[in-house]
């Protein structure tokens, strides 16, 4: 069963703008992941959040993480054409070895 | 090597056949997976093994048979699918613990007719 649920389900901008989009889960977590998917193929895994984090960058990715509100946002900055593709949210545990996608989020990039 | 290998890319199999879907790693990773994704889904979870252990099975249908055979290696075994089977599998790898991010293969696009 799925744990997150993601928002918006699709998102459409002119690329050069921010894209954001936002995860909620359900219960506690070790830490929580995202990745992309493009095309329906393998998905690659872009940034992880530890649960004792709050916020984290990897060059045009900002991820933060509100385990208060049980809830978790990627913005991608300065977006491109090749950054269409669907983003996925996964939680992690520390007593289960295995991680949990989100609904996703299907990012479109119009030039 | 820092890559998951998945074949076949694309099957088509009728109800009645035995196929195979292997996946290999050789990045020392000792957690593989297996995952089967609908299209405009999430992955979900069908298998783990860890250390060549099968240590989570997503109450999965019998009719999909996983194997280690060692700890690069991970297939998918299937036998009497329904269309309803047809869908993306995915395997990946981790760490041993799955609090490190996955590497993910490209997939298999299965097709039961």
């Known amino acids: 069963s799925q744990q997150g649920e993601e928002d918006p389900q699709a998102l459409s901008i002119q690329e050069g703008e921010n894209a954001t989009m936002n995860c909620s889960y359900k219960t506690s977590i070790n830490n929580l992941q995202w990745y992309r998917q493009n095309s329906g193929r393998g998905l690659v895994h872009l940034i992880l959040i530890r649960s004792n984090e709050r916020e984290k960058h990897s060059g045009r990715l900002r991820v933060t993480l509100d385990t208060s509100k049980k809830s978790s946002s990627l913005l991608i900055t300065a977006s491109r054409a090749a950054d269409t593709a669907s983003y996925f949210c996964?939680?992690?545990?520390?007593?289960?070895?295995?991680?949990?996608f989100g609904s996703g989020t299907r990012l479109s990039i119009r030039p | 090597d820092t890559e998951v290998t998945q074949t076949p890319k694309h099957l088509v199999m009728g109800m009645t056949n035995k196929k195979s879907l292997k996946c290999e790693q050789h990045?020392?990773?000792?957690?593989m997976y297996w995952y089967k994704q609908k299209a405009k889904k999430p992955p979900e979870l069908m298998f783990v093994?860890?250390?060549?252990?099968?240590?989570i099975n997503e109450s999965v249908p019998s009719r999909f048979s996983p194997e280690c055979p060692n700890s690069s290696l991970l297939n998918l075994h299937l036998h009497a699918l329904q269309p309803e089977d047809s869908a993306l599998y995915l395997c990946?790898?981790?760490?041993?613990?799955?609090?490190?991010?996955?590497?993910f293969g490209s997939g298999t696009r299965l097709t039961v007719v």
């Open positions: 990946a790898s981790s760490q041993a613990t799955a609090e490190e991010g996955y590497t």
């Open positions: 093994y860890s250390y060549e252990k099968l240590s």
């Open positions: 990045m020392g990773h000792r957690a």
């Open positions: 996964a939680t992690g545990y520390s007593s289960a070895s295995k991680i949990i």
